[in-house]
């Protein structure tokens, strides 16, 4: 079976950069696979060890050399606009990263500065809702409103899932969420799970300034308010808590936790955009996870699994793809009014009992090697792709 595969790479920096590169040494066992990517990618197109990179334009695309044309769709304007447009010469497998894309598309319009322009395109998709789109957006000014509750209302996926032959979505919360001819085949594989590498917990900790004795939670990716940290700060400080640390690592482009003062408390660290091997060697260098989402767009977190297959006893909001794990694998947070009081009670019970961390983590392992382990979720891949309808042969 031949496979393109269009995804973005590093250094292109996009958690589906990392997902590609993961999972398709697992399924190069399966398949042959060219990596179609942005002309604009910074990095050396041709033979990596388990597939072929190439740039994509619409006049070197072979399509009908192919048995399968997958894409891999998220929010991202900048790492995903070239395969939008790719995807409406040569309709494929959709894999859809995020339920809601409207952060793509609000990239696309330019919310910022042409907001009447993207109410209007609200309305083209979703006519019978244009009374309430102006009566909740009219007057307002520009906001992210794809990190607000209305984005669950307005996802703007149905231009990507209209042009799908076949759709994959990581949980059952994205793929009962939309609206799909009956005929089209689609699948939920979990986004795949990884192998932890080995790290001086010591040195890692003690370059962070972590001293013996302290405990360390960690949250990682990119820093939005659905994150929950101004609830987790709070929740620390009402804690009070000696000896237990934090540490934020991801890009905080809006300057969030500026603005909530965090780098102020003595007991958390922030760090910004870090290459992957120095964020897994945080991971691994924590005690206690927290990975929490809401409002969710139906995303699932490379993060999360990173913490899972470390054995870290994680924290996740009990909402979205989140709630579908095993309840003996993470502590899930209800997203009602008692948010923080019950992430105050569930750091301090991890804190302080080093059994109840250590049984958690056990159980979060297990489920990213025996759920989540990416031979499994290659498999799945391929077994999906070849039980499809061939690709009808394109014209030249």
């Known amino acids: 079976m031949r496979i393109a595969w269009f995804s973005p790479l590093n250094p292109q920096p996009s958690g ?43 006049a070197s695309f072979p ?39 409207m952060g793509y598309y609000a990239a696309w319009l330019d919310a910022g500065r042409r907001f009447p322009a993207f109410v209007a395109f609200l309305k ?40 799908a032959t076949a759709l994959i979505a990581h949980s059952r919360f994205v793929l009962d969420r939309l609206e799909l ?17 080995p790290v001086d917990r010591g040195a890692v900790r003690r370059a ?21 940290y101004a609830t987790v700060l709070a929740a620390l400080d009402e804690l009070g808590r000696p000896g237990l640390r934090y540490l934020i690592a991801g890009s905080d482009r809006d300057g969030l936790l500026g603005r909530l003062g965090a780098a102020q408390r003595r007991q958390v660290l922030v760090r910004g955009f870090a290459p992957l091997g120095e964020l897994e060697g945080w991971i691994a260098a924590a005690d206690i996870g927290v990975n929490l989402r809401h409002p969710t767009m139906g995303e699932s977190s490379g993060s999360l699994l990173r913490m899972l297959s470390s054995g870290l006893p994680t924290l996740v909001s009990d909402t979205g793809a989140f709630a579908e794990l095993p309840d003996g694998c993470a502590v899930k947070v209800p997203v009602d009014i ?16 080093a059994d109840f961390r250590r049984s958690l983590g056990r159980e979060a392992a297990a489920y990213a090697r025996e759920t989540c382990g990416s031979g499994r979720c290659a498999r799945l891949y391929a077994e999906f792709l070849a039980g499809l309808q061939p690709r009808p042969k394109e014209a030249p």
């Not at 990392?18 to 041709?46: F, N, Q, T």
């Not at 013996?212 to 929950?228: H, M, Q, W």
Request: proline share 9%; aromatic share 8%.
């Open 124 to 163: 083209r998709y979703y006519p019978g809702k244009a009374q309430w789109i102006d009566d909740r957006l009219a007057g307002r000014p520009p906001f992210a409103i794809w990190e607000d509750e209305l984005a669950l209302q307005l996802p703007m996926n149905e231009e990507v899932c209209g042009r």
């Open 181 to 197: 001819p009956p005929a089209l085949a689609r699948a939920g594989i979990p986004h795949h799970g990884h192998e932890p590498r």
């Open 338 to 353: 008692d948010e923080r009081e019950t992430i105050k009670a569930a750091l301090a019970a991890l804190a302080g009992d």
């Open 16 to 58: 589906i950069s990392d997902y590609s590169e993961e999972l398709l040494p697992e399924l190069a066992r399966h398949a042959e696979i060219d990596v179609w990517v942005d002309p604009a990618w910074k990095g050396i197109p041709g033979d990596a060890p388990s597939f072929r990179v190439r740039p994509y334009t619409a």
């Open 63 to 101: 399509a009908g050399e192919y048995d399968q044309v997958v894409f891999h769709v998220g929010n991202d304007y900048a790492a995903h606009r070239y395969m939008l447009a790719a995807l409406e010469r040569h309709p494929g497998v959709v894999v859809l990263h995020d339920l809601v894309l």
């Open 208 to 228: 962070l300034g972590v001293a013996d004795g302290e405990l360390l939670a960690v949250s990682a990716g990119y820093v939005t308010p659905g994150k929950r």
